[in-house]
């Protein structure tokens, strides 16, 4: 009985670290092949670009207005005001009447003085893997700055080069390390996700439809 425990043991022992090895790797990938490409310095952008704007909730758990989710409006609605970025793929999740990312982005941007004819609401960005590949298929966008916070940026970018969108990350500021600790967390097993759904499972958008390209 002590043998078959211990072999379970050092099976359990070998998985997990294969596990770690395999998430620590899959980071490593990710964060270097894209690194070059995240930017803080709305500068280094070129004029009258399209910007995919990645959904988070507006609110936290709390009730409270999520930082990550202002953040991102307040870089957006700067860059529209510097006459970087004309038009917005505001991208996110619909899943019900009552939680809405695409729209909630929109009220806030139009706040902060964007018309809404600058504005293209995508309903069915589900995950990051999904708006960027509608981005492309869906509104005809190979060329794209994307507006995240630095810690997703690395994973998108990773999915755009996959599908060979060209496109670099204007980041916007993160809140306290204490409020983004899960968050953190969460986004390090999920950039080892992206590396098997695009590697080894070959995960697709869950919707896709009608093309509905932007001209601008």
């Known amino acids: 009985m002590k043998i078959r425990w211990k072999k379970v043991a050092t099976i359990a022992i070998t998985v997990i670290f294969i596990s770690v090895l ?77 939680y809405n990312e695409p729209l909630e982005m929109q009220k806030a941007l139009i706040k902060q003085g964007v018309p809404m004819s600058a504005i293209t609401l995508d309903y069915a960005g589900l995950r990051t893997l999904d708006s ?5 298929e869906i509104f005809g966008q190979t060329n794209i700055t994307i507006i995240t916070q630095p810690f997703h940026s690395y994973r998108a970018l990773f999915i755009s080069d996959y599908y060979k969108v060209s496109a670099v990350a204007l980041v916007a500021s993160e809140p306290d390390a204490e409020t983004a600790t899960r968050v953190y967390v969460r986004e390090y097993l999920a950039r080892a996700k992206a590396v098997l759904d695009l590697y080894l499972l070959g995960t697709t958008p869950r919707h896709l439809g009608e093309k509905e390209p932007i001209h601008i």
């Not at 790797?25 to 280094?44: A, C, E, F």
């Not at 960027?132 to 492309?136: H, Q």
């Open 22 to 98: 395999v998430v620590w790797l899959s980071n490593l990938w990710v964060v270097i092949s894209t690194q070059n490409r995240v930017l803080s310095d709305y500068r280094h952008l070129p004029d009258s670009g399209v910007a995919l704007v990645l959904g988070t909730s507006h609110k936290l758990t709390s009730g409270q207005p999520n930082p990550f989710f202002q953040n991102r409006i307040n870089t957006a609605a700067e860059l529209y005001k510097q006459g970087k970025i004309v038009h917005f793929i505001l991208s996110g999740d619909n899943r019900t009447r009552y």
């Open 132 to 136: 960027i590949v509608r981005c492309k």
